[in-house]
């Protein structure tokens, strides 16, 4: 079965400082990835998605995130952090037979601090 | 252009009564989902649409959830005879194409008294 695991319920971070949101998957053969970020009474939105090719995918507001094979990862980084980064982030993973079924993560809050 | 539009925003009902959930799509997207996002369950496929038809029906929670789409645009979203565990967030999503980027709706919030 797919899954998706967010080890961390808050990751909090000082404005300027880089930040990461750790995100490991499990799925048969390879995965389709991507992070979304939702805002208090908002739906989700895309950040990035990683399909085939580099490893580093680059996303939306200065967001990347590293797909790692080998240690079955996916996590989403940004250099320098800001306040209107503070959100909930959730990591999604999707097997190339049914893909177009993402399995979430159970969310990570992040907090940045002025 | 405009993103997926849901109604209600909020839809409060009583244990027992139907509810129906409106989504409409990104302009031109054929593909539609719904999730369900709730303080327990976390976020949850419900179902898809490639056009009008509805392959997967496997992630609906019980026969008193249904959902049709009509004219390969509007999805409706249904359920019968409302339980409290059934109050949570429904967000619907669409994508040009099927598995294609999903862009999500701002969600129904579901309360059932």
């Known amino acids: 079965a797919q899954s998706v695991a967010q080890p961390e319920d808050q990751v909090n971070v000082a404005e300027g400082n880089p930040l990461t949101v750790k995100c490991t998957y499990s799925?048969?053969?390879?995965?389709?990835l991507f992070w979304y970020v939702q805002y208090p009474n908002r739906g989700l939105q895309f950040l990035l998605k990683y399909i085939t090719g580099d490893n580093l995918v680059k996303g939306s507001y200065g967001f990347e995130a590293e797909f790692n094979k080998s240690q079955t990862s996916f996590h989403l980084k940004k250099p320098s952090a800001l306040v209107s980064d503070s959100a909930l982030y959730f990591c999604?993973?999707?097997?190339?037979?049914?893909?177009?079924?993402?399995?979430f993560g159970s969310g990570t809050r992040l907090l940045v601090r002025p | 252009g405009a993103g997926v539009s849901q109604s209600p925003s909020n839809k409060v009902t009583e244990k027992g009564k139907d509810v129906e959930l409106r989504c409409d799509p990104i302009s031109g997207h054929t593909a539609l989902y719904w999730y369900r996002q709730s303080l327990g369950q976390g976020l949850e496929f419900l179902i898809y649409?490639?056009?009008?038809?509805?392959?997967?029906k496997s992630g609906l929670p019980s026969d008193r959830f249904s959902a049709e789409r009509t004219g390969g645009s509007v999805s409706t979203l249904t359920i019968q005879r409302t339980q409290q565990e059934d109050s949570a967030v429904y967000l619907c999503?669409?994508?040009?194409?099927?598995?294609?980027?999903?862009?999500f709706g701002p969600g129904t919030r579901l309360t059932v008294l």
């Open positions: 649409f490639q056009g009008n038809s509805a392959p997967d």
């Open positions: 799925v048969s053969g390879n995965p389709y």
């Open positions: 999503a669409s994508s040009l194409v099927l598995a294609d980027t999903q862009y």
């Open positions: 999604a993973v999707s097997g190339r037979v049914d893909s177009y079924k993402l399995i």
